[in-house]
């Protein structure tokens, strides 16, 4: 205890000493040091709430995945089996959902959804996907001869009810076997030489039609340079 109130007399006579404001961070420097010597230890100089370890582990946590957005409820059930290329058929529509107090009947063929085509379900369901409950949604539908657009505005799916499940794929018919390959006849050995002694007689041609375009072509050349030759002068008489 009195070396405690040596070292606070200390630092009062100090603080006296020394009233220009400029020399105020020494004094701190030097409580801080005395602080550290008697074993007080001195203040951390960062919040309370959290320390640096604290700070580096929230940094390293990852960030937990939001949560995936509700997509709005049709309440239509669909398909493309019949219509694959051409469109989704509307197959049956439930009481009470925003299909029907939009207006879509059983037999409605989607051509298109807010302006983008579709030609088979998994479209449609990818784009019904990306609207929320409230939104609303154009469709494009082919209704006998006469084409309509419909606006549905989508709901929220009634408690205890799932999502259609999607219609079974039908399987694709296995390709046709290949045909076995034609096995070619035996050649007869007299036929194979005369076809050789044919295939030797086309070479020997072939090489003296080339002989004869190289002398074709010297011939044209001597030609040529007799042509460039002056002419002699005719003898005086």
Not at 32 to 52: D, F, K, M, N, Y
Request: with cysteine; net charge positive.
């Amino acid at each position: 205890m009195n070396k405690l109130t040596a070292v606070c007399a200390f630092c009062a006579v100090a603080l006296g000493a020394l009233s220009n404001a400029s020399a105020q961070p020494a004094l701190e420097r030097l409580e801080e040091e005395v602080r550290r010597q008697l074993g007080e230890g001195v203040q951390p100089r960062v919040p309370a709430s959290q320390t640096p370890k604290e700070k580096a582990a929230a940094a390293e946590k990852p960030a937990a995945p939001k949560a995936a957005p509700e997509p709005g409820y049709l309440g239509a059930l669909l398909d493309d089996r019949e219509d694959r290329g051409r469109g989704v058929r509307v197959l049956r529509v439930n009481p009470g959902s925003p299909a029907q107090k939009a207006g879509l009947q059983e037999g409605d063929l989607v051509t298109a959804l807010s302006g983008i085509r579709t030609r088979q379900l998994s479209e449609v369901a990818d784009i019904l996907a990306e609207f929320p409950p409230e939104s609303e949604v154009t469709f494009f539908v082919r209704r006998g001869q006469a084409e309509k657009l419909i606006n549905v505005t989508l709901g929220r799916r009634p408690a205890g009810t799932q999502p259609a499940p999607p219609p079974p794929k039908t399987p694709s018919p296995p390709p046709p076997p290949k045909p076995p390959r034609p096995t070619l006849p035996a050649v007869d050995p007299a036929v194979r030489a005369h076809l050789d002694a044919l295939q030797r007689r086309i070479e020997a041609l072939e090489r003296d039609v080339e002989a004869w375009k190289q002398k074709t072509q010297d011939l044209e050349r001597r030609i040529e340079a007799m042509k460039r030759e002056p002419l002699p002068k005719p003898a005086s008489p």
